[in-house]
């Protein structure tokens, strides 16, 4: 059972572009949706995170977009830079001892 | 402060071996987890501590056993060794709900 539906699976978006993953969530006692950055060999990194009072969220470049009745919610990179290039992550907690992950969206950004 | 510092790196075991894989934080968090991470599969919650001496199973806890002595180390213990258990396991740790996690570099586990 996924309780953290993650698409696509893997983006590439030209240099300036905007790049957008989403992510879906069944149990709604989720009250904390962050999203992690992920470079290889790396661990993730807590990038944004958006409690669900809110219906964006948005720090420098990363935009977090909430949907609370569809029970969804996106990321948005905007001006999208090479150095973006990595694996992210979104996630649902609901006590900051369960956190759940999605399944990861592999980002490119051709130059 | 070092972070979230896991031990060792790398790692190949035979099956049917056990062994402990090493996590400790220098940074006086009271929630701990341990993740494994699959390609396609994202990072799925092994077992989780909210405090010393509390711990509780997530996604996939079977084959592997935890115990929360102190509030800086949380050991992950394989107690016989499959090749289903290969993986790049990371630990993690938080202050709290709207902090995040700090996870560490993490351990590449092959088992043959």
């Known amino acids: 059972q996924q309780q953290v539906k993650q698409s696509p699976q893997s983006l590439i978006v030209q240099k300036g572009g905007i790049s957008i993953i989403n992510c879906a969530y069944e149990?709604?006692?989720?009250?904390?949706f962050p999203w992690y950055q992920q470079f290889p060999g790396k661990g993730p990194a807590l990038l944004i995170a958006i409690r669900p009072d809110v219906s964006e969220k948005k720090e420098g470049r990363f935009t977090i977009s909430f949907n609370k009745s569809a029970k969804q919610f996106s990321l948005h990179i905007m001006d999208s830079q090479p150095g973006d290039s990595a694996t992210y992550f979104c996630a649902a907690d609901s006590s900051a001892s369960k956190i759940i992950f999605g399944s990861g969206t592999r980002l490119s950004i051709r130059p | 402060n070092a972070g979230v510092t896991q031990t060792p790196k790398f790692q190949v075991l035979k099956t049917g071996q056990s062994m402990t894989l090493q996590c400790a934080q220098d940074m006086n968090h009271e929630y701990m987890s341990w993740y494994r991470q699959d390609p396609g599969m994202g990072l799925r919650l092994i077992h989780y501590?909210?405090?010393?001496?509390?711990?509780d199973q997530g996604e996939v806890p079977n084959g592997y056993n935890v115990s929360r002595s102190t509030t800086e180390d949380f050991p992950l213990r394989l107690l016989s060794a499959a090749p289903s258990q290969t993986s790049v396991y990371f630990c993690a740790s938080s202050y709290g709900l709207d902090y995040g996690y700090t996870f560490g570099s993490g351990t590449r586990l092959t088992v043959v």
């Open positions: 501590s909210v405090g010393a001496g509390i711990t």
């Open positions: 149990n709604t006692a989720f009250d904390y």
